[in-house]
C-alpha cells in the first residue's frame, strides 16, 4: 500500500496526455498484462481448446452474425456451450475462432478499447477504424499464432456513415479483409460457405437472415466435426447477434428454438439440404 503525501493518488503515467487507445497505454506500461506479451518457453508446445465455426450474413436492414458453441481438444469435445459471439460495442459484434482463452482475453481487450476511445475522444470510432483496431490487436498476437497459439476473428457491424451492415475479416498476421453479402471462419467455414451461396440473396429480412445463418452452422456441423450443430437434448442453440440501426441484440432463446425446430423439421428425410 502506498503511504506518504502521494498517498491514494493515481500514478503519474494515468494522469498524462497520450493516445486514445488503451491497448497503446498498456503496452507502455504494463505490457506483461496484454495477451500477447506471454510467450511460450522455448521449443514447448501447449494443447487448449479451440473455438471453432463464426457465419456472418448480410441482411436488407444490417447483418446477423451466428457462432456454434462447441470448443474442441484435439479430438475431444473441451466444451459444449461455449460463447462464441460478443457485442463489441453497440453497433458492431466479434464473433471468436481459434485459441479459445486468448481469443477471449482479445475481444475484452477490444471492448475497452472501444470504450476507451469513445470517453476519451467523446465519440464513436468508425466501423473501419474498429476493424483496424483489431487488426492491430491480432498483429500484436502473431508470436503467440507461430506457437500454435492463434486467434482469427471476424468482426460485423452497422455503418452508420453507410446506413448498411458490413463485415470484416482477418488472418493470423492482422490482415484485415472486408468481405460482401456473408463470410465464415473457422474449421467448419468451408462447408458453412457452401451453405451460405446457395440460401443467401439479396434484401433477405432479419429473420430470413438468422434462418440462414442457422443453416450454415447446421450443414458445417453435419460435415465438420469440430463444430456442434443444434444439440436437441441439452437444448444448446448457436449464438446469433443482430445488428443494424437499433445496435446490438442476441436473438432469445425461444426465437431460437422456434427457428432450430423449423429447420430440423425440413430437414428430415433430407438433412444435406438438396431441393
Known amino acids: 500500500m502506498t503511504t506518504g503525501p502521494h498517498a491514494g493518488k493515481l500514478p503519474a503515467a494515468y494522469l498524462s496526455p497520450g493516445s486514445s487507445s488503451f491497448t497503446e497505454f498498456v503496452g507502455d506500461h504494463a505490457p506483461e498484462l496484454l495477451p500477447s506479451r506471454r510467450a511460450l518457453p522455448p521449443g514447448s508446445t501447449l494443447e487448449a481448446p479451440h473455438g471453432t465455426t463464426i457465419v456472418t450474413v448480410t441482411s436488407d436492414g444490417g447483418v446477423v452474425m451466428a457462432g456454434d458453441r462447441r470448443a474442441t481438444m484435439g479430438n475431444i ?21 481459434g485459441t479459445a482463452g486468448i481469443a477471449i ?26 476493424a483496424n483496431r483489431l487488426a492491430a490487436m491480432i498483429r500484436g498476437n502473431l508470436g503467440m499464432a507461430m506457437q500454435g497459439l492463434s486467434v482469427v ?35 467448419g467455414s468451408l462447408f458453412a460457405r457452401g451453405s451460405l451461396k446457395k440460401l ?7 429473420d430470413d437472415a ?21 444439440d436437441l437434448g441439452r437444448r444448446i442453440w448457436p449464438t446469433v447477434a443482430v445488428i443494424d440501426a437499433e445496435g446490438v441484440r442476441f436473438v ?24
Not at 469435445?77 to 475462432?97: L, Q
Not at 443467401?200 to 432479419?206: E, H
Request: proline share 3%; hydrophobic share 35%.
Open 77 to 97: 469435445i473441451a466444451n459444449r456451450d461455449m460463447e462464441k459471439v460478443f457485442a463489441a460495442d453497440e453497433y458492431s459484434a466479434v464473433g471468436i475462432a
Open 153 to 187: 476473428p471476424m468482426f460485423a457491424g452497422y455503418d452508420l456513415e453507410r446506413n448498411t451492415g458490413r463485415i470484416f475479416s482477418y488472418d493470423v498476421t492482422g490482415g484485415c479483409y472486408e468481405e460482401h453479402d456473408h463470410h465464415s471462419v473457422g474449421s
Open 200 to 206: 443467401w440473396r439479396p434484401g433477405l429480412s432479419g
Open 252 to 275: 432469445t432463446e425461444d426465437a431460437l428454438t422456434a427457428v432450430v425446430e423449423s429447420v430440423i423439421a425440413d430437414r428430415q428425410g433430407n438433412p444435406g439440404g438438396a431441393r
Open 105 to 130: 482475453e482479445l475481444v475484452k481487450l477490444f471492448q475497452v478499447e472501444l470504450e476507451h476511445y469513445e470517453k476519451i475522444e467523446g465519440t464513436l470510432l468508425s466501423l473501419e477504424g474498429k
Open 210 to 230: 438468422v434462418r440462414v445463418a442457422i443453416e450454415a452452422l447446421y450443414d458445417a456441423a453435419d460435415d465438420d466435426s469440430a463444430t456442434g450443430g443444434p
